[in-house]
């Protein structure tokens, strides 16, 4: 059993930021998650890419179903959990939002300028910034699931290098309004979509 919460968490100064972020960005956001230039299966797709590499397993859940309500087939989804891109995806046009959504969480958020480049080239100045956009608001929910998590281990024992009790128990009263609703939410769901779930599930395919 690990003795350390190990995966990335808010800080307070990453928080505020990332808030002040979407605040200003807010109505481009929303524009991005109405706009028919990205298909609300093709969105679920980008949110995976990136949950896959935070490991935020409320994250990881909740799109997991969204995306196969939105049609995307299991398998799919289980090699998008296990950041398997090698042929998976329904569209090779799709491919390159996944990268970059996968290369912007490797990157804790900063992408390479040639992979920024890429995807312009790819699909334009206006979906492209969409993409980019939606993968900015995925990092922020799996930062939150991850910092919700962190206070719930630390309870068992399990502390967050860094990371103090103080700005856990804040983030904690601040986001239980929307967490806890949604665990109660997936309870009810039949598909169990999480990690180790899709890992058990890909090595059955892969022998």
Do not use: W
Not at 144 to 156: D, E, H, L, Q, V
């Amino acid at each position: 059993m690990e003795s350390t919460f190990q995966k990335r968490i808010f800080t307070p100064g990453l928080f505020f930021a990332d808030i002040a972020y979407i605040t200003k960005n807010l109505p481009a956001i929303i524009a991005a998650l109405r706009s028919k230039r990205i298909s609300r299966a093709f969105a679920e797709k980008i949110m995976l890419a990136a949950t896959a590499v935070n490991e935020c397993t409320l994250c990881a859940r909740f799109h997991s179903e969204m995306a196969y309500k939105r049609g995307v087939d299991r398998s799919e989804v289980i090699s998008l959990l296990n950041m398997d891109l090698s042929g998976r995806t329904s569209s090779s046009k799709e491919m390159t939002a996944l990268i970059y959504a996968q290369h912007y969480a490797e990157t804790s958020g900063n992408p390479s300028q040639e992979m920024k480049d890429r995807l312009i080239n790819e699909y334009g100045k206006e979906m492209s910034t969409d993409i980019m956009l939606i993968t900015r608001l995925i990092i922020f929910a799996n930062l939150s699931g991850n910092t919700f998590s962190a206070f719930t281990s630390r309870m068992k024992g399990i502390r967050a290098p860094g990371s103090h009790i103080c700005f856990e128990l804040f983030f904690v009263s601040l986001s239980a309004p929307i967490i806890i609703p949604s665990l109660l939410y997936l309870r009810t769901k039949k598909n169990k979509f999480n990690f180790a779930a899709s890992r058990k599930d890909k090595q059955l395919s892969d022998n």
